[in-house]
């Protein structure tokens, strides 16, 4: 093959796994704290070294939550993990602090349909909400990553012009924050949509480091991150078993599976440190402890790599 039709993709990607934060709040059953934390636990025994591990949200808003502090107490002796939490405000992100947390994400959405639907506010009064809570993180020295929700299609509004995004993305760097997550929270963008937006942000702020949180609503999650991969974006988001989905987008459901993205990736030639037998494994025990999965591939029909015994003999054809 020539160089010219090469597939070319970075040789490394990071992936953070989310199912302790938003595959665990989209669950209605109360997940006992002591499960909770054995699932964290086995999901560091993978090779993952990034985790979302709670939100700092108000116990009313996501009950399934209430217990954030008691599970960050619990995993904080895991070695080599890199924890955050997503907050909401200034209390949340207090909170978050006061537990040990170096990492917050804020909670920003990118029109005001989803942002009156989500913290009952438009976008604009929500960016000017984040600056006490970036001010607050500097203070302690907590580190803040941003986030960008329904970026690539609003389940309200419909499209979302990228000028939108690149005026949030604006202001998040006004903020001193430079690393933006782009959510696909409704699985409504397409490989073409996520390919040409990254090539214009990427050119308009390549001091901001870009990752993709994508949910596989319509079965375009995958692809979207290999369109990703192509613009060189290195950081994912993903769920063990494909846990998840945002109860302000209707429909919405479960983020991409991370032992479909760890295995895709794999084939792919592209290295993320996970073990996959053993995400594969973690993801089984999830689906039994909670019942069910979110939509996993892997979990359904396994790794390429499974071969299955060769037929013996003829086979005859059905007519």
């Known amino acids: 093959m020539s160089q010219a039709n090469e597939l070319l993709l970075p040789a490394r ?19 006992p704290t002591e499960q909770k934390v054995r699932i964290v636990r086995e999901l560091a025994k993978t090779g993952i070294r990034y985790m979302e591990i709670t939100s700092f949200v108000h116990p009313k ?45 804020l909670m920003l959405s990118a029109t005001d349909s989803h942002s009156l639907a989500n913290a009952n506010c438009r976008v604009e009064e929500a960016l000017e ?18 986030s ?35 959510a696909d929270t409704t699985g409504m963008a ?29 079965g375009m999650a995958l692809a979207n991150a290999v369109a990703a991969l192509q613009q060189g974006i290195t950081h994912f988001d993903s769920s063990v078993a494909g846990l998840g989905g945002c109860p302000y987008a209707p429909g919405a459901t479960g983020n991409i599976a991370t032992e479909d993205l760890v295995h ?10 996970i073990n996959l037998d053993a995400i594969i494994n973690v993801a089984k025990d ?19 790599s499974q071969l299955h015994r060769k037929p013996q003999g003829q086979v005859k054809l059905e007519t």
């Not at 006490?132 to 941003?146: D, S």
């Not at 960008?148 to 979302?160: D, L, Q, R």
Request: glycine fraction near 10%; aromatic fraction near 6%.
């Open 13 to 31: 990607a990071t992936i953070c796994e989310v199912a302790p934060r938003d595959g665990f709040q989209a669950e209605k059953e109360w997940i």
């Open 148 to 182: 960008i929700s329904v970026a690539f299609g609003c389940p309200y509004e419909g499209n979302v012009p990228v000028e939108r995004i690149m005026h949030i993305v604006e202001r998040y760097q006004a903020m001193g924050v430079n690393e933006v997550s782009l």
């Open 61 to 105: 808003a996501i009950p399934q939550l209430k217990d954030a502090e008691e599970v960050v107490r619990q995993v904080q002796d895991l070695p080599g993990i890199h924890f955050r939490a997503l907050v909401p405000n200034v209390k949340g992100a207090q909170r978050a602090i006061d537990a040990g947390l170096k990492k917050l994400k």
């Open 129 to 146: 909400g984040l600056y006490p809570i970036v001010e607050l993180a500097a203070k302690h020295g907590v580190q803040v990553g941003g």
């Open 264 to 273: 895709a990736f794999a084939e792919m030639g592209v290295e993320t440190g």
């Open 190 to 218: 397409n490989p073409k949509q996520v390919y040409e937006m990254l090539g214009q942000l990427k050119a308009h702020f390549p001091q901001i480091t870009f990752s993709m949180h994508l949910h596989n609503t319509r």
């Open 286 to 304: 999830v689906r039994e402890t909670l019942g069910h999965d979110g939509g996993s591939y892997m979990l359904q029909a396994g790794p390429c």
